[in-house]
């Protein structure tokens, strides 16, 4: 069964940062493309960003680019999101997806002083 | 940035049947776009219930399906159940980056 695990979410001043992490199990990690997709309070679905297998192509949503960067070990079968810069405008749950077909449960950013 | 478009509402009868469509402000969405239809109920994670215009994953109903109708890309829901009362949405990719609709809020009343 695939798991998807999210953590790291919490409360953070703007300007500042954070990093994201989810742990996959079920599958074999380093031969799935993986993503963020985030949703703020009461909003729709955000596609954040994705990488590939070996982590050499990431693409990102231009809200984010600049700001964020997703990487990946797999050898910890683990995607990572790390945000700088945050805006208020971040404040989301954010979603690990394998292959856009397998969903996590989320971790909640907030972004506020 | 594209931008994918979705009605914002729409209202089914139990047992009826109901198209969601989503279109792109770059014209009309084909296959290179790979859609994808994703539901999602309250407090609860999406769904991913279409890939690649057409294709159902195994947890599926085979109540939904997915096409190319009219220049966008649709999703039909044939015998609508109460249980599909829910947040619909679309996403297409353009030139790797992907973009979701708005959603469609889909009533079955």
């Known amino acids: 069964e695939v798991q998807l695990a999210e953590s790291g979410g919490g409360l953070v001043q703007p300007g500042g940062s954070l990093r994201l992490s989810c742990v996959a199990s079920?599958?074999?990690?380093?031969?799935?493309?993986m993503h963020w997709v985030r949703q703020g309070p009461g909003k729709g679905l955000v596609w954040v960003s994705q990488i590939n297998t070996d982590g050499t192509t990431t693409t990102y949503a231009d809200s984010v680019k600049g700001r964020f960067t997703i990487s990946r070990d797999n050898a910890k079968n683990t995607l990572y999101l790390q945000m700088n810069s945050l805006r208020a405008e971040d404040t989301a749950v954010y979603f690990c997806v394998r292959l856009l077909s397998d969903w996590g449960q989320g971790t909640l950013l907030t972004v506020s002083s | 940035q594209a931008v994918v478009t979705q009605e914002p509402s729409l209202t089914v009868s139990p047992g009826g049947t109901v198209t969601l469509t989503c279109g792109s402000s770059t014209g009309a969405v084909t296959s290179g776009h790979h859609p994808y239809w994703f539901q999602q109920k309250p407090g609860q994670a999406p769904r991913t219930l279409i890939y690649?215009?057409?294709n159902r994953h195994s947890w599926t109903r085979a109540r939904f399906s997915g096409s190319l109708l009219g220049g966008k890309a649709a999703l039909t829901l044939s015998g609508a159940q109460p249980e599909d009362e829910a947040d619909y949405y679309c996403?297409?990719?353009?030139?790797?980056?992907?973009?979701f609709g708005g959603g469609t809020k889909l009533t079955v009343l």
């Open positions: 690649d215009t057409i």
């Open positions: 996403l297409l990719v353009y030139s790797g980056i992907w973009v």
């Open positions: 079920g599958f074999t990690f380093s031969d799935s493309w």
